[in-house]
């Protein structure tokens, strides 16, 4: 099974709210990711997760805390959103990320999509 | 620097006709490869990848890809189009960071847009 689960689909907020993002997998990976793509545009790389550790946050606002509680959950925590955040926020998971190469492919999840209005 | 070049931003086919979409990397070491599917609205669904070995590679929904190094290569086909196969491809490849700590990060090329006329 290769199910990454992600909670809300839907998400709309305003520029004062404060929300919440999460994934969930049970696959046993230990690297979980989170990627921010605009309409028609490739996923970005947003924050990489290697057992339970931060080990990449690629120059992302502060206004972006992502937080990982234990090795089968990512959360992405939202506060002081702009309109132009508004986006597919998808996660993804690996077995493991920067390890042997077979080990790295990333599964993902269907996305939330977040308005910010 | 590490790239993926996805030369055809759309594609229109009849269905029941092949399909090929193309891919071009840039990548110093031996590339490993990615394509992915994503329906509108939808996550990213892994067709197939390219580790090493044989450069024909099996995927789902009866896709496969060739990897040819001579060319710098990773074109995605399919034999006979089905309407459900309208999509966005993406073609990726893994690229080693090092943050004080070994990542693979994923590099994505620009996506080619699939529609498929009844």
């Known amino acids: 099974d290769t199910e990454v689960t992600q909670t809300p689909k839907h998400l709309v907020m305003g520029m004062t709210n404060k929300k919440s993002l999460k994934c969930e997998q049970h696959?046993?990976?230990?690297?979980m990711y989170w990627y921010k793509q605009k309409a028609k545009k490739p996923p970005e790389l947003m924050f990489v997760y290697s057992y339970e550790k931060l080990s990449i946050n690629e120059s992302v606002p502060s206004r972006f805390s992502p937080e990982c509680p234990n090795s089968s959950l990512l959360n992405l925590h939202l506060h002081a959103l702009q309109p132009e955040d508004s986006a597919l926020y998808l996660c993804?998971?690996?077995?493991?990320?920067?390890?042997?190469?077979?080990?790295?492919?990333?599964?993902f999840g269907p996305g939330t999509r977040l308005t910010v209005l | 620097a590490q790239s993926v070049t996805q030369p055809d931003i759309h594609i229109t086919v009849s269905e029941g006709a092949s399909l090929e979409l193309r891919c071009n990397y840039s990548y110093g070491a031996t590339p490993y490869l990615f394509w992915y599917v994503q329906s509108p609205g939808q996550g990213l669904q892994l067709l197939l990848k390219?580790?090493?070995?044989?450069?024909l590679v099996q995927g789902i929904k009866g896709f496969e890809a060739e990897f040819k190094r001579s060319q710098s290569s990773f074109n995605l086909r399919k034999p006979s189009v089905h309407w459900s196969d309208a999509a966005e491809y993406f073609c990726a490849v893994m690229s080693l960071m090092n943050y004080g700590g070994a990542t693979n990060k994923l590099i994505f090329g620009t996506g080619t847009l699939l529609a498929v006329q009844p």
């Open positions: 993804a998971s690996s077995r493991e990320s920067g390890g042997r190469w077979s080990t790295d492919t990333q599964y």
């Open positions: 696959m046993g990976h230990r690297a």
């Open positions: 390219y580790f090493s070995g044989d450069t």
